[in-house]
């Protein structure tokens, strides 16, 4: 099993609908990464989490330590959402990133 | 402040040749993380470099092999490449002590090997 889960792996949805990816990991942490990939291969972050929620724009991104969960919502999606939406870990040992696999969404106008 | 640069960005090689990619770290940061990301799969972490010695290293063979300069960027050496190794390589900067930041990443050298 895959320290970092993420779903769904895909993900398809009209113009202006709410979106959520989401990602579960099975190790301690110190902090959550969510990221972006645009075809072409550069990640920017979009967020970094230790605890409770943040905003910014479309994006929120919430994170529940206990239950080792956190999840990405896009509001109002939009095509130039399309991308890959990857959650990374830095593990409470050690200063890697761990990654899950990425979820593709494609938003249809 | 350019962030983290990589070069080249894309890089066809044959087999059992050897190839070197190169990352310069944003401004400000020491350290520098490599990861390789094969096709539909998320980044695995390769290493780490903080005052020029390997810090950390992933589930890689030694054909992978790095090198940190006094100026903090780094290069990726990879040996005796295999079609395997074909893969999105990606460098991450960060500032030792402040791991609980933003991360920053390069735009990646797309390898491939023929």
């Known amino acids: 099993k895959n320290e970092v889960e993420q779903s769904p792996q895909n993900l398809t949805a009209q113009e202006g609908e709410f979106i959520t990816i989401n990602c579960s990991y099975s190790?301690?942490?110190?902090?959550l990464h969510w990221l972006q990939q645009h075809p072409g291969g550069g990640i920017v972050s979009l967020f970094m989490?230790?605890?409770g929620k943040k905003k910014h724009g479309r994006l929120i991104a919430t994170i529940n330590i206990q239950e080792k969960h956190s999840s990405l919502h896009i509001t109002a999606s939009h095509p130039r959402d399309s991308a890959v939406y990857i959650c990374?870990?830095?593990?409470?040992?050690?200063?890697?990133?761990?990654f899950g696999a990425g979820t593709i969404l494609r938003v249809k106008s | 402040d350019a962030g983290v640069t990589q070069s080249p960005t894309h890089l066809i090689k044959t087999r059992g040749q050897q190839v070197t990619l190169r990352c310069s770290p944003k401004s400000g940061h020491d350290t520098v993380s490599w990861y390789q990301q094969a096709l539909g799969q998320g980044p695995q972490f390769i290493f780490q470099?903080?005052?020029?010695?390997?810090?950390q290293r992933g589930n890689f063979p030694d054909r992978f092999s790095g090198h940190q300069f006094p100026n903090y960027s780094s290069e990726l050496n990879v040996n005796a490449l295999l079609l395997g190794d074909s893969a999105l390589y990606l460098c991450?900067?960060?500032?030792?002590?402040?791991?609980?930041?933003?991360?920053?990443f390069g735009q990646g050298t797309r390898l491939t090997v023929v």
């Open positions: 190790v301690g942490i110190s902090a």
């Open positions: 470099y903080y005052e020029e010695e390997e810090r």
């Open positions: 989490l230790s605890s």
């Open positions: 991450a900067s960060s500032l030792v002590g402040h791991q609980n930041t933003e991360a920053f």
């Open positions: 990374a870990v830095r593990s409470s040992f050690g200063n890697k990133l761990v």
